[in-house]
């Protein structure tokens, strides 16, 4: 069944939600859970512990499975554990929740990339993934297996013309899996015209074509560096800054939202494969100073500025439902408080990482006198009276640290002694 060897404690608060709705009843529930579990001495819970799972039926959000489980937690009990146990009561709808939330902390970082090469050429196609212990992978031809294919590396040796072959990659995680996107192989004779003139990986290895170019910011602007290359296999990137590399910047395309000073620097891009290594140019990017809003940017301010809002509006999620609203909700909002000359930042679709970098600077303009404003529009929920924004990156089984927590922004706001602070909230506060 693979290595789903993660402890209970890694399943996210919606994933911990959903088991307890199936669990809490007395048919298959959480009595027969705990039943099964004791199967294995260690997880043998006590009467006095069954007792005290039954009593929180009568707190007012109590989970009987939620206290089973955080029991069954302490004890190392490990996913794979729970799985056999639910697979043993015959609980498929439970089996398939858990099933789902292992498939969803399996991450393909490197996606195999489609080749046109020339006959007689070995051909290599790559497919990494991050997520629990104990990956494994399987290529496939078509519908097809690849005899022996299990490695995150597939090497093609001979190359003969013909039509395209595609290839894809499946990633297993005991009964969970996802698969890569697909790639196709075009295979031309090396005497054929659309290879007299064109590029051959073999001759040169691996080349950059665009390269990056320096650029001059100011903050709350977007850094945007390009570094593409070609080469067989096909070439991998990493970016750096100042000699240093920066973290999950792996794509020949480098952008990074809201920039500050932090980022300003020395930058340059490492192009690798297999067999070759070949660095771009080092490129200077240089930042100014922390601007105030204006008309969706950050213009120089002389002080008497004393009405500031941020606007932030979520829809295209990753993982989750899409909204419509936010953009209008934004736009419309936007327009009403530069008619009472309030000085607005608008900003849509924030990953988690961007959402906190807006409220530190929005932080940032808030004196004494101030009059501050912060709308969000989007996904949220509320979790032991706090309230939680939710990033478009939020992964599907997201807990409060994949969030922003209201109270704390509102705590810093206060904290700014400003004339007036307000945060207006146009979420849903249920999951």
Known sequence: MGDWSMPIGSLGE?????LCELLDNAGRGWRKLAEVAGAEKRFKCSA?????????????????????????????CTLKYLL???????????CQVLSRAVQDMIRITVQPESQVVMEGMRVSLTCWATGPPGLSYQWFCGKREVPGATAPELVINTATPGQPEWYICRVNCGA???????????????????????????????????????????????????????GNPPPQYQWFRNQCPVEGAQAPRLQVKLVTTAERGRYSCRVFNLF???????????????????????????????????LIGNMHYLHHKQLKAPMVDVHALSALLRQLDFKVVSLLDLRKAEMQMAVNEFLLLLD????????????????????????????????????????RVLQSMQQRRTGLNIFLLDMCRKR
């Open 14 to 18: 919606e994933v911990m939600a959903r």
């Open 48 to 76: 006095e512990e069954l007792e005290m799972c039954s009593l929180k039926v009568l707190e007012p959000h109590g989970s009987p499975t939620q206290c089973l489980l955080q029991l069954l937690a302490e004890r190392d």
């Open 84 to 94: 056999g146990c639910l697979e043993r009561m015959g609980h498929t709808r439970a």
């Open 176 to 230: 969970a899996f996802t698969f890569s996107r697909w790639a196709h192989v075009q295979v031309e004779r090396s005497s054929s015209p659309s290879s007299a003139s064109g590029y051959c990986p073999t001759m040169v290895g691996l080349q950059i074509l665009r390269q990056p170019q320096p650029c001059r910011l100011t903050e709350g602007d977007t850094l945007v560096l390009e570094c593409r290359a070609i």
């Open 276 to 310: 070759h290594e070949v660095w771009s140019r080092e490129v200077d990017v240089e930042i100014g100073p922390r601007l105030f809003a204006s008309e969706g940017s950050w213009q120089e301010g002389d002080g008497a500025t004393d009405k500031v809002a941020l």
């Open 368 to 407: 004494k006198g101030v009059y501050g404003l912060l709308y969000y529009a989007g996904h949220g929920y509320e979790n032991f009276g706090n309230s939680f924004m939710v990033p478009i990156d939020a992964p599907s089984s997201y807990t409060s640290a994949h969030c922003l927590c209201v109270q």
